[in-house]
């Protein structure tokens, strides 16, 4: 289950929790009004993970999504996503992936994503490939 977070001490706690290279406390304190964070919880309303999307126009970009370790490869950001994208009013969702990262290239293309582009280098020396999810928007 999906909840809409405004508390960026949670989100920040979590990717604390989730990576060996969070983004810094300032990043979560600078950060405008176009993000929009969500909890992922699991059936006991514990808040296990977080999603962080950026709203350009009609667009997201799916910045970040993570799920505490004890939680991994149980589904969870498989239906999170999948909720996400069944729920949210846009037009494209965008993202970008290191192209060693197979479980979450796996999870994407999964949902539909598709692979667009490659960006040569770009983590330093790997690469890391453009995924887009075309959903059009819905009529009024």
């Excluded at 990576?19 to 006991?44: C, K, Q, V």
């Excluded at 126009?57 to 996503?81: C, H, N, T």
């Amino acid at each position: 289950m999906l909840i809409k977070l405004t508390n960026k001490e949670i989100i920040y706690q979590l990717d604390c929790q989730c990576f060996r290279e969070p983004y810094s406390w300032e990043t979560y304190l600078h950060a405008d009004h176009a993000y929009h964070y969500y909890g992922i919880y699991n059936n006991e309303q514990t808040i296990i993970g977080f999603i962080t999307l950026l709203a350009v126009g009609d667009d997201y970009e799916l910045i970040k999504i993570a799920v505490l370790p004890a939680y991994q490869r149980q589904g969870w950001a498989f239906s999170s996503l999948q909720e996400l994208l069944a729920t949210l009013d846009f037009e494209n969702m965008f993202l970008e992936v290191n192209e060693h990262n197979q479980a979450a290239i796996n999870l994407y293309l999964k949902l539909h994503f598709e692979i667009i582009h490659t960006r040569k280098q770009y983590y330093h020396d790997d690469n890391a490939y453009i995924l887009k999810y075309h959903k059009g928007r819905q009529p009024c």
